[in-house]
T-cell receptor, first 111, second 117 residues
Framework: GQQVMQIPQYQHVQEGEDFTTYCNSS?????IQWYKQRPGGHPVFLIQ?????EVKKQKRLTFQFGEAKKNSSLHITATQTTDVGTYFC???????????FGAGTRLFVKA | EAGVAQSPRYKIIEKRQSVAFWCNPI?????LYWYQQILGQGPKLLIQ????????DSQLPKDRFSAERLKGVDSTLKIQPAKLEDSAVYLC???????????????FGQGTRLTVV
């Protein structure tokens, strides 16, 4: 069945450093979504990518969807302590109904 | 706009007991999801409803878990009997979309933290 893998599992950075998390699917996706979950909180939607090779930016966050629509990345420039949390990718299968979450990358930012 | 409401927030039960969780999605949202999130892992889809019909329940342990969405609005998830490995946060989410590549974001509730002892 469809699997979505995310790396790294954890990342410790100094405030001001950049951060990237990668997401890879075993099958071609119809879209991919990114969520952020603060410690003790629930996942909150960040963005959705649909088109092959799509790149979207939100302030310091840059999201990419691979040409083959099987991988994606989230890059944060100049991390801040408010960026702390776990970042999940969620890939929707080409049938269009099932969304599979990755295991997430937990980001720690040291001030 | 009111968010997804879930209750209870916390529940502690002994193994082999039964438990039920309730979810009230955002008004007008056609799709409702129940996820299980074990500590340190990503949310795992248990069941997905579109209106009051089941779209996907392939990962729902049907020998002990059941869910219903009456009238296409509120939903309940039940576990009977509970096992130790059911300890997790149960997240309900809703989405206005009905699927497909242009599906919209899922809005999550605060979750119910279940501890089975």
């Amino acid at each position: 069945g469809q699997q979505v893998m995310q790396i790294p599992q954890y990342q410790h950075v100094q405030e001001g450093e950049d951060f990237t998390t990668y997401c890879n699917s075993s099958t071609t996706l119809s879209n991919i979504q990114w969520y952020k979950q603060r410690p003790g909180g629930h996942p909150v939607f960040l963005i959705q990518l649909v088109k092959s090779g799509e790149v979207k930016k939100q302030k310091r966050l840059t999201f990419q969807f691979g040409e083959a629509k099987k991988n994606s990345s989230l890059h944060i420039t100049a991390t801040q302590t408010t960026d702390v949390g776990t970042y999940f990718c969620a890939g929707r299968d080409t049938g269009g109904f099932k969304t599979i979450f990755g295991a997430g990358t937990r980001l720690f930012v040291k001030a | 706009e009111a968010g997804v409401a879930q209750s209870p927030r916390y529940k502690i039960i002994e193994k082999r007991q039964s438990v039920a969780f309730w979810c009230n999605p955002i008004s007008g949202h056609a799709t409702l999801y129940w996820y299980q999130q074990i500590l340190g892992q990503g949310p795992k889809l248990l069941i997905q409803f579109q209106n009051n019909g089941v779209v996907d329940d392939s990962q729902l342990p049907k020998d002990r878990f059941s869910a219903e969405r009456l009238k296409g609005v509120d939903s309940t998830l039940k576990i009977q009997p509970a096992k130790l490995e059911d300890s997790a946060v149960y997240l309900c989410a809703s989405s206005p979309g009905t699927g497909g590549a242009w599906s919209t974001e899922a809005f999550f509730g605060q979750g119910t933290r279940l501890t089975v002892v």
